[in-house]
Structure formats: C-alpha cells, structure tokens
C-alpha cells in the first residue's frame, strides 16, 4: 500500500514538472497584500495562474506568527469577476514559531481567476 501511494506522489510530481517545463500555464493576477487569517498565520502576497484547462492555481507564503508550532487547514476561494467562487484546501503539519511555508492549492474547476480569499483553521 506505502509503495503505491509512493508512485502516485511521484507521477504527480513528474507531471507538475512536466506541465511547468511546458509552460502550460499563464498568470491570471497577484495580489501584493499579506492578511492575517486564522489570529495565528499571515498569508500572502499571493499568485494566481490558470492551467492550460481553464483552473486556477493559487500559491502564496504561509507565516506562523504565534509563539508555537502548528497545524493547520488552509483554505483558498478563488472567484471570477461575476461571483462564481471555486476553493481548495490544504493541511500545513508542524509550522514552526515565526516561520514560514509556501502553498500551492490547485482549484479543479475552470473560472477565470478576478479575486482570491483566504481562511485558515488552526488543528
């Protein structure tokens, strides 16, 4: 079971590679502001792509601002300028005080990317 879970993490990152060498995708926008979510985390300044399927990607820098390692559900809302909304979610496991993670979250549904929301929910 260990084994398969291993190759498919592997493929998976194969094909992100293969996807970014191909310059699949192209930036929808960044936004430049860093906000605190969650009283514990900072997130931002965020980037947003689209796929070469249409899908957003956001990736953004994640900061434990508390005093304690954490962990936490990361959630990002990605919506296009009419209001539909797409979202991911992601687990940050063990972020030291003070320290700081990059996140990517792929939203795996087409929306032209217009504004990007972010929540997080301490474990």
């Excluded at 310059?23 to 960044?30: L, M, N, T």
């Excluded at 979510?37 to 899908?55: E, F, I, K, N, Y």
């Excluded at 900061?63 to 909304?85: C, Q, T």
């Excluded at 030291?96 to 997080?120: D, M």
Aim: glycine share 6%; net charge negative.
């Amino acid at each position: 079971m260990t084994w398969n879970l291993l190759k498919l993490a592997m493929r998976h990152e194969l094909l992100r590679d293969f996807l970014v060498e191909a310059r699949s995708e192209r930036p929808a926008f960044v936004d430049a502001r860093t906000g605190d979510v969650g009283q514990v985390l900072r997130v931002g300044p965020t980037s947003v792509d689209v796929d070469l399927l249409g899908a957003p990607i956001a990736r953004a820098r994640v900061v434990n601002d508390s005093g304690r390692v954490l962990d936490a559900i990361v959630v990002v809302s990605v919506e296009d300028a009419h209001g539909a909304s797409v979202h991911a979610s992601t687990w940050i496991e063990g972020l030291a005080p003070h320290a700081e993670r990059a996140v990517e979250l792929y939203c795996p549904t087409s929306l032209e990317p217009a504004a990007v929301r972010w929540s997080v929910t301490p474990l």
